[in-house]
């Protein structure tokens, strides 16, 4: 086993070979109980405020889809919810599977959505990204849900079409003037808890906000998506998809809900 990945000889079943942290007792994703959920009133909204000019590229890295945004300075920034202070946002990225039954990495309900749209933010006040990384609330992750029915999604269209640009590892097209915002759904309920990153080396310093309205993507859209590779340029062909990682023990921990 040289790198990790999603296959059986570099899976998620094997991470903690590498990285121990991977066992840790705040890791994730976890699933959602709706009866194990706690409301808090004392939660208040979140409020994403975006600079289109910040988004650069694009990329294909063989195990996810990312699109980088400039976070040298406060410029696309999340508050608010369980969070303190504002935290910027550095990338997006996306987990799907092979089929519409499964994709996602959180589970509500047992419910699998088809994909789960990651927005990964930093807390500034730790310097940088990897300073970020070390603390407790260093990254806040806001989870947005693809499930799939017969409309479209127009907003998901920019990331789609430049699919065709990198289809393969190591692939990357600049990728400017985008405000993610507008993938997001109507309601901003959202579920709120601690855990970790849900890559190696799986580091403990996420507070997850997970939005409980899906957004809806049509077939076709999520086809587009499984048609990047896993290989590189002039290699064999292989589907990059099932780049989830399974659920995690909860151990104790209490998911808070913004909703009754
Ligand atoms: S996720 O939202 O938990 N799926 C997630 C996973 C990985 C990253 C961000 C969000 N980013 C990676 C960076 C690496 C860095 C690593 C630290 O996080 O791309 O450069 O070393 O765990
Ligand atoms: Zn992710």
Redesign the pocket.
């Known amino acids: 086993q040289s790198v990790w990945g999603y296959d059986r000889e570099n899976g998620p079943e094997h991470w903690h070979e590498n990285y121990p942290m991977a066992k840790g007792d705040k890791q994730s994703p976890i699933e959602i109980n709706s009866k194990d959920v706690r409301h808090d009133s004392s939660l208040s909204s979140w409020h994403a405020s975006y600079d289109p000019g910040a988004a650069k590229t694009i990329l294909n890295n063989g195990r996810t889809c990312r699109v980088v945004f400039d976070d040298s300075f406060d410029r696309s920034v999340l508050r608010g919810g369980p969070l303190t202070g504002a935290y910027r946002l550095r990338q997006l ?1 996306l ?1 799907w599977g092979s089929a519409d039954d499964h994709g996602s ?1 959180h589970v509500i309900d047992g419910v699998k959505y088809a994909a789960e749209l ?1 927005l990964v933010h930093w807390n500034p006040k730790h310097g940088n990204f990897a300073g970020a990384l070390k603390q407790p609330d260093g990254v806040a ?1 806001v989870g947005v849900f693809l499930k799939v029915g017969k409309t479209p999604k127009p907003e998901m269209k920019r990331i789609l079409e430049e699919i065709d640009n990198i289809k393969t590892k190591g692939k990357e097209a600049p990728f400017q003037h985008f405000d993610p915002s507008i993938l997001f759904p109507k309601s901003r309920d959202y579920w709120t808890y601690h855990g970790s990153f ?2 190696p080396p799986c580091e403990e310093c996420i507070t997850w906000i997970l939005l409980r309205e899906p957004i809806e993507v049509s077939p076709d859209q999520m086809a587009r998506l499984r048609s990047l590779s896993k290989n590189g340029e002039n290699e064999p062909m292989c589907p990059l998809v099932d780049n989830w990682r399974p659920l995690q023990p909860v151990k104790g921990r209490i998911v808070r809900a913004s909703f009754k």
């Open positions: 990225h987990h990495e990651h992750v849900t890559t």
